[in-house]
């Protein structure tokens, strides 16, 4: 199976992809009934007091773009084909090129009311967490911001989506549903993914990386209650460049090794008819072996958590508050070995508004206050120096579906 | 006269609400069935079955999010929340894992198209006289 997944096979994947994709669009001028189309758009601002996020936003950044245009074709009820593109702007921390956002064949095996199992293959959204299939659709999203402790928009790349083959299932009983998603494949890193998994500021290739990711959700009463346990297993080999030695260089230089990343998020969510409430708990731990010198283990474990609470005020107006906290290394809080120390964990406390003129349209803004800058990147940050630890950032989204 | 002007107006408000709740689950004749399960019904409109017990699959008519038949319908007989709905085809859509109903401007169109569709499935707040559509209930 693990060789299965490889290069060979991905590469053959991609290609099937692309194949898949336009074999839609020319079978979607035939037929009108059994292809559907999907689009969203928006366009955001960033403004920070300190420190970039997004682009210079220290300055206000335009860069905070999605644009996604999606397709899918149901030939069978059975069986359906689905693929989307998407160009996405987001400051130093992603291509400017439109890309495969995903693309696969889904086939259903059994759909019945109290069970089903299905599989697909080919560029798949992970099933992670409550938000991350869709993270890109801004009107999916409960905040402009999706909480950066869980869904760090600067790690987008490395987690939203991989070549895989994945089996899936539900079953029903009395009023609960549960939900099963297995995923196995590889992520779509790209050079920016590279230069943040890598430690340190050299930027390098990685090679080998394999993904195993399982999701289990539980939902009450139509989705009422709602609960997850998503589990990632991440491992590649990593191969930095090698820098020169020099006796004034301020960091430990780095080699080829390997890392691995096992994540395990817990998710709750209740819904009552104008409130929501949602928590989510991730534990990461990191683990480099080979990295800092030969024989070298080291092993780093990340806490993640946020509270969130919503309100409908009247059909089209919504208001949100959430409490967000990131620790990198649990183990450290105060970030006493962090340089500077407040890079030793990211506290944002959030206050967001949305309205929707239309199905179609919506505007959304809002108000974060942070204290730490754990989940920023040293790809828009270069220097540690420049960064402040107490920092807001506002923002403000118009955004459009269909 | 002022009392009779109130009980007037009660009777007709009386009136009006028992229309507002009585919005039917209609299906094409062709279908069946002459009941379907609660789990059923919202598992058809939150569009997770996708075919019919004889695999027949499944066409489903919605009308807007703001409608006030389709918020009724929702709460009174699915008993869910019109957000809790949206929120699942949005899932299915922009994830690709699977796909909308489709969304009708009037109860004029939903009729026509629950009787030309066979495997179709929606809800209607008026009396009805088409032999190509039928009332089910859901228990």
């Known amino acids: 199976m693990i060789e299965f997944v490889r290069s060979p096979f991905s590469k053959l994947l991609l290609r099937c992809c692309c194949l898949l994709v336009l074999l839609i669009v020319t079978r979607a001028a035939a037929d009108t009934d059994t292809v559907r189309w999907h689009g969203f758009a928006s366009q955001g601002v960033i403004k920070t007091s300190d420190n970039n996020f997004l682009g210079d936003s220290e300055d206000y950044s335009w860069d905070f773009t999605d644009i996604g245009l999606g397709v899918s074709w149901r030939p069978v009820s059975k069986l359906q ?96 549903l549960m939900n099963v ?58 191969y930095p460049e090698q820098l020169p030695t020099s006796p004034s260089m301020a960091f430990r230089n780095i080699y080829s090794g390997q890392t691995s990343a096992q994540m395990r998020l817990l998710s709750l969510e209740y819904n009552w008819e104008h409130w929501q409430f949602t928590t989510e708990y991730l534990r990461n731990t990191r683990r480099y072996s080979d990295v800092f010198g030969a024989g070298s283990r080291l092993s780093f474990d990340a806490e993640s958590y946020y509270f969130q609470l919503r309100h409908q005020i009247t059909l089209n107006w919504s208001v949100l508050g959430r409490y967000d906290v990131y620790y990198p290394n649990r183990d450290d809080k105060n970030g006493h070995s962090s340089q500077p120390s407040f890079d030793g964990y990211s506290k944002d406390l959030t206050l967001s508004t949305r309205y929707d003129f239309s199905p179609a349209w919506m505007v959304a803004a809002e108000i974060h206050q942070i204290k730490g800058t754990a989940w920023l990147t040293s790809l828009e940050n270069p220097d540690p120096r420049d960064l402040v630890e107490d920092w807001n950032l506002y923002t403000l989204q118009v955004s459009f579906k269909f | 006269m002022f009392r009779f002007r109130k009980t007037f107006l009660y009777s007709v408000l009386l009136l009006f609400s028992c229309q507002l709740a009585s919005q039917s689950l209609v299906v094409n004749s ?110």
């Open chain 1, 81 to 176: 084909l689905s693929a989307q593109v998407v160009y996405r702007r987001a400051g130093e921390t992603s291509p400017d090129d439109p890309y495969i956002d995903y693309g696969f064949i889904n086939y259903s095996i059994v759909n019945e009311l109290d069970w089903g199992i299905g599989a697909r293959a080919g560029r798949i959204k992970n099933p992670f967490g409550f938000y991350n299939e869709t993270r890109d659709v801004a009107s999916t999203r409960p905040s402009v911001f999706l909480p950066q402790s869980i869904y760090p928009d600067t790690l987008r790349d490395l987690y939203h989506s991989s070549d895989s083959v994945s089996v899936y299932g539900y079953s029903e009983w009395d009023k609960w």
């Open chain 1, 181 to 238: 998603d297995l995923v196995r494949g590889q992520p779509n890193l790209n050079d920016q993914s590279a230069s943040i998994l890598i430690p340190g500021p050299q930027g390098g290739d990685i090679d080998n990386e394999q993904l195993w990711l399982a999701r289990l959700l539980f939902e009450y009463d139509a989705g009422r209650i709602r609960i997850g346990f998503s589990f990632v297993d991440f491992s590649g080999d990593l």
């Open chain 2, 30 to 139: 062709g279908t069946q069935l002459e009941s379907v399960t609660l789990n059923a019904a919202r598992a058809i409109f939150s569009m997770r079955l996708k075919q019919w017990p004889d695999g027949f699959p499944i066409t489903v008519y919605v009308l807007s999010d703001t409608s006030e038949i389709h918020r009724d319908f929702t709460r009174n007989k699915l008993l869910m929340f019109p957000h809790q709905l949206r929120r699942s085809w949005d899932r299915y859509v922009y994830s690709g894992m699977g796909i909308a109903p489709i969304e009708l401007k009037t109860e004029q169109e939903m009729m026509e198209k629950v009787a030309s569709t066979p495997g179709a499935i929606g809800y209607l707040s008026k009396e009805f006289k088409d032999d190509r559509v039928r009332a089910i209930t859901i228990q």
